[in-house]
């Protein structure tokens, strides 16, 4: 790696001496599968978290995580919804084949579907029965038209990723899983007008773009299990948001299966309709509570020719801004993620990450900052970033840094943001905040936190319960994640944090939820974000088009 | 100007050695405002259309355009809506100021009203008496909340540039103009977010922002006229949908006041929300039929540091793709604008365009094609756009061009592209379609329409009414400006064209309105690119949120 001095900036020929070639392969960025980390594996493909520890504090066994009924007693099941009956089964066997249901029986042994009733998170689990795997949107549409009918609650589920328990029953819905509809379904390289099933896993939507010198427009550590469908299902944000902008913009349309079995196509290929209200929008980031998306067209970004990443340090928050005006004026149109972590982020990801990660610093510092840049000439963009580094660190706003050399480096790099979140985490147990602040706040919120656990003297050492609140995100995009590492989950952490974190976001005018959605852990909170007529037009959306509300209950609103 | 040729193209120095420096001012595209034609000016700011000839045909008089209900006597007024009370005048007074209330009184004298009873092309006109321009936004809600209980019906107008009769009554509804909302409520240079009003008009908010080195985030011809609330009420398109997005994606919050006057905001300074059901997405080219935008929250860009203009020639269509996709690829993200014209749309313009605006090619040739790239580094946009020229025309892809040298270069060039609309309607009329058709079939429509008017008879010199049918637009976009020039307005070239424009770009999977909405000329014919169940979900909102159908009836759906 080429480290950034300002002996190197006083000269700066050496800079561009020390510089060397760096060719951007296909898979320029880790992937989350990929990743090898000190825990077990618990999943096939998506980052590992079994970690020694407490994070299943709330488990009846070594292995076993407790109901969500069981942590949350005060929620109870709608006794509106019917129970399963074995007519019920006659009809899904009558529609699907075999290898589309997976059922249980009506005992209490349910592990066969523990990675279905299980939130990856370890933090809640449902009690569904009965798993539907249609392999084609008729069917999807003859399933929710009959569970509508008989008011069955169904709880649609793709890469089951999410981080709110938004995509696993808290009681018995039926699980209506999108894996088996997982099908490209056509490509123009012209347009880069991408159509897919919504079942098409994230890294494998991207791997086939990549072949046809596209990428997918958006990209998150989730990408080796999410669902192209999820990610619009929860409008996630994730790195490539600065450069690509939201799904709002790139999702051109959807097919959506409505409660009551109604199909609803916008699946054109056209950059431009405007014909009518924009329907699709309100299925993006509605977390399945209105009907199933079980197609998306997408428009696709050209793959960019060369890829530059840095890793900088600076002294206080007050810089990570300057340097994010600095970069957004210098890098403009070359900026494709901008991303900040605090000491102790970087702290915490050191004792977790693999040894054969080095930091790539030789000091440690209050803030770093990672800085990302995509373009189509690499020695332009080598020197728009070697200008913009020199003045950065000639003017002290940054005051030590590394360039990546070669691809092993690139994803070091990244590594050691990507690796935050599985660090917070393996230690016990982690209360993850994914909030929108403006950007001079940002930071604040961290800052509050730590402050308000140590006056509740949760902080510290063991045996005290909170190991660290840390603060890292897209800067870019005003998102902070306030990750609170914990040796276990208590009820004495959760109301030091909770309403706090809510109230404190709520007085800088920022949302709780910038791109993780509601699901069932923020639902009674969106008061905080949205205001009474907000929400009422929202309840009364919810009670029109899911009028007997089966999609998706004890979530969302 | 610098011309481009194979010569010049061999010897590559040459390319180099010709170019000079072009300095970037803070309006380097030209603003509609700006334009001086052949024609008399009819409005203060907008692009001039009073031209000599038959525009007006349907007019009692020379000056006259014809009402709309005398055009379409099947359309008829719906009488489930009041007519204007002495009791409704007076409450009105009550809560507005003079300066806030234009009325005529109940004679036929409508004359001074025309402003807001005609719109933009002169070919419809409604005959309300009533206009009204409140100063708040409080103003505004008091005033739905008595429409809705009195069933008053309302057109909401902003700067009446619409292209559709949206922005027009039909009938008597009461005007209510956004004219007086038109302040600047905040911006943060940092996060590059834009709070204002509906209210203030576009070229104004890209002026202040240029002050403060940020562009707005689309610019169209009626930049000087319409108004930021109106763009986000037809989810306009226009020259930078290419490079920042569409207004889905880059408008963050609205601040609307429904049918009953509740005030609905989500006015944040967030670019990532992930609370609840995306409403805001609901107004966005809704046309003023849900509700009425009255405050827009939205993630401006930063100002290019370079802009460079390129004026290119090609022999066909496909040579216009094969051009597009190489762009997309080599010019990647400094890329800004890709338009095409074809060779009967410069003809027209030719024969319009002021004298001082010499036409850029020695000889014509069948397709004409615009490039614009704003970077922010000057040497490397010019090094690139170089290169791609110089392997275009080395390929034979690109038959001539030229660059331009200066600002003055750079809007005469823009010239030739933004003088196309006012130059096929300035012989008569025009019937103008704005399509979206999948890249391949873009150019077939023009040819198709061409081939249909001479076998009609319609299509040649005078006595025939049509001059010419043109295509132009932006390629980036999929989407195409039909443009029929005519002598006349007729019934006989309105039925050789409709449905039959329509079905043909239904047959192609296309949308019958890219960027200028339905409004009341397409309202008709959504079904030929929405299906029953998405009309059907349309209609359900409408009568939803405005059950007494008071916002701008007439259109839509």
Redesign the interface.
Known sequence: MLKLSRTAVKNCKLLSVFKRSLTCSPNVRLSSSLLVSNCNSIKKTFTPINCAGSIRSYSNGPNAVKLTSEVYPNVHRNNHYKKLSSDDLEYFNSILSKQEIMYTGTGNNLQELDLYNEDWMKKYKGQSHLVLKPKSVEKISLILNYCNEEKLAVVPQGGNTDLVGASVPVFDEIILSLNNLNQIREF?????ILKCDAGVILENADNYLREH?HIFPLDLGAKGSCHVGGVCA??A?GLR?LRY??L???VLGLEVV?PNG?????M????????????K??F???EGT?GIITGVSILTQ?K??AINVSFLAVQNYEAV?KV??KA???????LSAFEFMDQRSIQLTKKHIEKDTPFPLEEEYPFYILIET????KA?DD??LETFLESAMESEIVIDGTIAQDETELQNLWKWREMIPESSQCQGGVYKYDV?????DLYSLVEVVNKKLVEADLLGSAPKPVIAAVGYG?V????LHLNVATRLYSKEIECTLEPFVYEYVSSK??????????GFQ?KNY?SY???E???K??K??KK?YDSNGIMNPYK??
Chains 1, 2 share one sequence.
């Not at 054109?268 to 329907?279: C, E, F, I, W």
């Not at 957004?328 to 070359?334: M, N, W």
């Not at 870019?476 to 998102?479: H, M, S, V």
């Open positions: 123009d390289p012209v347009s880069g010198d929860t409008n944000g948001l902008g939201s709002h913009g790139s409505m109604d199909i609803v196509s916008s054109h290929s056209l950059r431009k309709d405007n014909t009518g209200y924009d329907l929008q309100l993006i980031g509605a209105l050209p960019p020719q801004q994010f005006v957004k004026k210098e890098l403009a149109e070359i995509s373009g189509s000439n332009h020197a728009k929108s602040l403006p950007l001079k897209h870019g995009d005003g998102n005018h920022g949302s709780i939820s910038a791109e993780h959605g509601l923020k969106i974000t949205k205001s007529p907000e929400i037009m929202m009364d959306l029109h969302f609103i």
